[in-house]
């Protein structure tokens, strides 16, 4: 079983740039596609990046994913951030073991 | 567009069995994966498992030993029971539908998920 590890909280400040990163224990990050949700206070989850780089109609372009092979891990990088990117952002992934990981979860706050 | 609606009992009490129903609608349930996820208070997501249209299921193995998921094409419906339930199994449960699957030696997985349905606040307390 392999887990994906990501930061418990992040912050920063409006207009700011911040990146959320989600590390693979086993396994290759390349190996199998990424997506990644925001959820806010009192909602479902909603899909912001999925198979690793491709975002859904609707969410802003400041909203990016990257995969790097050399630190295992993927990547949410939100530009220009805004009040309302406050949320939890989670990543998730698979492996022929393991249809469905999620990542534990970032708390991103916009102070 | 497709919706999930969640729903059953808010409250099961210590050792019974928790069920729920997710409803389809706007489209079929036939051709696709479909998902339960939960979400404990404060908490992150946990992967239930999923059931493919046809009755094919995949469970985390965390919870295999206590959960079935069944589909009812008829209604458009697919169903959860865990059972044996304690305090731990205490959560927001949600529906969803993984967008896309990836198909890879006999053996598919699900994409990302959307739509999900609202989800549903399940207690397990006495």
């Known amino acids: 079983n392999f887990m994906l590890t990501q930061p418990h909280s992040v912050s920063e400040s409006p207009g700011k740039t911040v990146t959320i990163s989600c590390t693979r224990s086993s396994g290759s990050i390349a190996s199998n596609y990424v997506q990644w949700y925001q959820q806010r206070p009192g909602s479902a989850p909603t899909t912001v990046i999925y198979?690793?780089?491709?975002?859904p109609s609707g969410v802003p372009d400041r909203f990016s994913g990257s995969i790097d092979s050399s630190s295992n891990s993927a990547s949410l990088t939100i530009s220009g951030l805004k009040t309302e990117d406050e949320a939890d952002y989670y990543c998730?992934?698979?492996?022929?073991?393991?249809?469905?990981?999620f990542g534990g979860g970032t708390k991103l706050t916009v102070l | 567009q497709v919706q999930l609606q969640e729903s059953g009992p808010g409250l099961v009490k210590p050792s019974e069995t928790l069920s729920l129903t997710c409803t389809v609608s706007g489209g079929s349930i036939s051709s696709y994966y479909w998902s339960w996820i939960r979400q404990p208070p404060g908490k992150g997501l946990e992967w239930i498992g999923y059931i493919y249209y046809s009755g094919s299921t995949n469970y985390n193995p965390s919870l295999k030993s206590r959960v079935t998921i069944s589909v009812d094409t008829s209604k458009n419906q697919f169903s959860l029971k865990l059972s044996s339930v304690t305090a731990a199994d205490t959560a927001v449960y949600y529906c969803a539908r993984p967008a896309a699957t990836y198909c890879s030696g006999g053996s598919c997985y699900p994409g990302w998920f959307d739509p999900w349905g609202q989800g549903t606040l399940v207690t397990v307390s006495s």
């Open positions: 998730q992934s698979y492996d022929s073991s393991n249809p469905v990981v």
């Open positions: 198979e690793d780089n491709q975002r």
